[in-house]
């Protein structure tokens, strides 16, 4: 399962954002725009993300993207306690913020909570009906809970949205596998390593 979602346009949109305000916050801002473009380095991405926090000079969306790539960092050292707190953070300053939401869902998905990992994908698609990677997240904690037909549901829309999703296709077809539709699932797959060949599909391909 994917542990963010930070797009170029989300980063970029965080950068606009947390740069605009570099001559009235001084060294604070200085942290922000660290916050917003260190990659690879979650430690210190949290020490920059947490000293602009702590500065008290941002508020409202500003401040929500603090919180919110604070979360994925968390997120992305495992710590999904603490990224899920920053989540909501976040969306008590920005409740229309789709990514917040979708990103707290993963964190719940890790945590092996699919019923909260949906609501909250629940809320994303909502705010973003277009959006091909909540239906896909939202399918995989279906199939989790073994509800196959709602999961195949949500990977019909994914890949409507976005035809040659190779997560999406093969999502699917390892979908139709356990529900024993083997024929269309190899043909899911075999779609999916057309988009993207790895030896992981190749195996459900096999099977």
Request: hydrophobic share 40%.
């Amino acid at each position: 399962m994917t542990n963010s979602r930070t797009t170029y346009a989300a980063a970029l949109t965080a950068a606009i954002l947390l740069g605009a305000a570099a001559a009235v916050h001084g060294q604070s801002t200085t942290d922000s725009e660290r916050c917003a473009s260190i990659t690879g380095n979650p430690d210190l991405a949290i020490q920059h993300c947490t000293r602009a926090i702590e500065s008290q000079k941002f508020s409202g969306e500003l401040l929500a993207r603090l919180y919110f790539n604070r979360g994925v960092e968390w997120a992305a050292k495992g710590d999904f306690d603490r990224a899920i707190a920053d989540y909501d953070a976040a969306i008590k300053l920005q409740p229309r913020a789709a990514d917040t939401f979708y990103n707290r869902g993963n964190a719940w998905a890790n945590k092996g909570d699919p019923d909260r990992a949906i609501a909250d994908y629940d809320i994303a698609i909502e705010l973003d009906p277009k959006d091909p990677v909540a239906y896909g997240g939202r399918a995989v904690e279906w199939a989790v809970k073994g509800d196959y037909a709602r999961a195949i549901a949500d990977y019909d829309t994914a890949i409507k949205f976005d035809p040659k999703s190779s997560s999406a296709l093969l999502g699917r077809g390892r979908t139709r596998f356990y529900g024993g539709d083997f024929q269309r699932s190899a043909h899911d797959l075999e779609q999916a390593m057309k988009s993207e060949p790895n030896e992981y599909t190749a195996l459900w391909l096999y099977l």
